[in-house]
C-alpha cells in the first residue's frame, strides 16, 4: 500500500500557465507538508498544514497556494508558472507537527517549465 | 536563518569499504536530528533520529553520533545498493531543515 502518493509524477508545461499537484496519505498523520528539490538536491520545505490548517510558510511567493480539504489530503496550485519553479516537488506527512516528527515523503512530482 | 551543511559533498568508496559522512547545523530551537536517504527517482526515506549530544545509534550497518552542533554517520561494508544521497535533518522552531545532502556512490 502506498503511504503518501502524489499526482502527477511528471509535468512538463509553459511559462504563465496554472497547474496543481495533488498529494494524498493514508497514513492516518495529522501534519502535511510541501518541500521544493532543486537541481543541487537542496531541500527547502514551502507549507505545512496541521488538521487542514496552515501552520508553515516559508517565503513562498503567493502564486503558490496549498489547500487542504481534509487532513489526508494536501493539494499545491501554482499560478502563472515561471523558470524558476522547474524542480522536483515533495509531498510529506508525519504524525505530529509541534517536534521535528518523522517525515514519510512522497514519490515527488518533477516540474519542468518551459 | 537555520541552517544544515554537509561534508563531504560526494564519497565514492569502494565496495566493503566504510564510508564516512557528516553534517553541522544552525537552527534556533533544536529538537531532534534526523538521517534520510534518498535513492534516484524517489522520496527521502527516514533512517533514524537522534536527540541530544552524545545520542549514538545503531542501525544494521549504519552507525551515527549525534555531536554538539552536527552529527556523523557510518556505514560500514557499504554495497552498491547503498548508493543514494543521505540527507541530515534539524528541527528549528518546528521548521525542518535539511541540508544539500551528501552523494554516495559505491564501486563494486
Known amino acids: 500500500d502506498t503511504a503518501v502518493s502524489q499526482t502527477p509524477k511528471y509535468l512538463v508545461t509553459q511559462m504563465g500557465n496554472d497547474k496543481s499537484i495533488k498529494c494524498e496519505q493514508n497514513l492516518g498523520h495529522d501534519t502535511m507538508y510541501w518541500y521544493k528539490q532543486d537541481s543541487k538536491k537542496f531541500l527547502k520545505i514551502m507549507f505545512s498544514?496541521?488538521?487542514?490548517?496552515?501552520?508553515i510558510n516559508e517565503t513562498v511567493p503567493n502564486r503558490f497556494s496549498p489547500k487542504s480539504p481534509d487532513k489526508a489530503h494536501l493539494n499545491l496550485h501554482i499560478n502563472s508558472l515561471e523558470l524558476g519553479d522547474s524542480a522536483v516537488y515533495f509531498c510529506?506527512?508525519?504524525?505530529?507537527?509541534?517536534?521535528?516528527?518523522?517525515?514519510?515523503f512522497g514519490p515527488g512530482t518533477r516540474l519542468l517549465v518551459l | 536563518e537555520n541552517q544544515v551543511e554537509h561534508s563531504p559533498h560526494f564519497l565514492g568508496p569502494q565496495q566493503g569499504d566504510v564510508a564516512s559522512m557528516s553534517c553541522t547545523y544552525s537552527?534556533?530551537?533544536?529538537?531532534?536530528l534526523q538521517w534520510y536517504r534518498q535513492n534516484t527517482g524517489m522520496g527521502p526515506k527516514h533512517l533514524l533520529s537522534?536527540?541530544?549530544a552524545g545520542y549514538e545509534k545503531q542501525k544494521g550497518r549504519l552507525n551515527a553520533t549525534l555531536l554538539k552542533n552536527g552529527s556523523s554517520l557510518y556505514i560500514t561494508a557499504v554495497q552498491p545498493e547503498d548508493s543514494a544521497t543521505y540527507f541530515c535533518a534539524s528541527g528549528g522552531s518546528y521548521i525542518p531543515t535539511f541540508g544539500r545532502g551528501t552523494s554516495l556512490i559505491v564501486h563494486p
Open positions: 510529506a506527512s508525519s504524525q505530529e507537527s509541534l517536534a521535528l516528527e518523522t517525515q514519510y
Open positions: 498544514y496541521n488538521n487542514k490548517e496552515l501552520i
Open positions: 537552527v534556533s530551537r533544536f529538537n531532534n
Open positions: 537522534m536527540y541530544s
